[in-house]
């Protein structure tokens, strides 16, 4: 089992940075994929960014592409999610996920752990 704690939220102007946090329990985080979702109210929840379990291969939603970098720390048990350039379309708690698979998938239902959710707040 893996829980999930995320944190680096805030209120920023736009095109500004937030870095992201997920931390994972256990001993087997290297064992899982592992990805960024985001749901703005009234709205599904979407897929932002994910990495494979070795880090070696990491993939994007076009809205974030070239802005937002994903990486991880697998000796440390950490997720990142580096934001730049934001916008105010990207308002949205945002949610750590895990898949115990080896490669990235976009959709929620392939993921089994989820955690919380931070608040990123962008302003105009």
């Known amino acids: 089992q893996v829980q999930l704690v995320e944190s680096g939220g805030g209120l920023v102007q736009a095109g500004g940075s937030l870095r992201l946090y997920c931390a994972a329990s256990g001993r087997t985080f290297s064992s899982y994929a592992m990805a960024w979702f985001r749901q703005a109210p009234g709205k599904d929840r979407e897929f932002v960014a994910g990495i494979s379990r070795s880090g070696g291969n990491t993939g994007y939603a076009d809205a974030v592409k070239g802005r937002f970098t994903i990486s991880r720390d697998n000796a440390k048990n950490t997720v990142y999610l580096q934001m730049n350039s934001l916008k105010p379309e990207d308002t949205a708690i945002y949610y750590c996920?895990?898949?115990?698979?080896?490669?990235?998938?976009?959709?929620?239902?392939?993921?089994?752990?989820w955690g919380q959710g931070t608040q990123v707040t962008v302003s105009s």
């Open positions: 996920a895990a898949d115990y698979n080896i490669m990235v998938h976009r959709l929620t239902r392939e993921y089994d752990y």
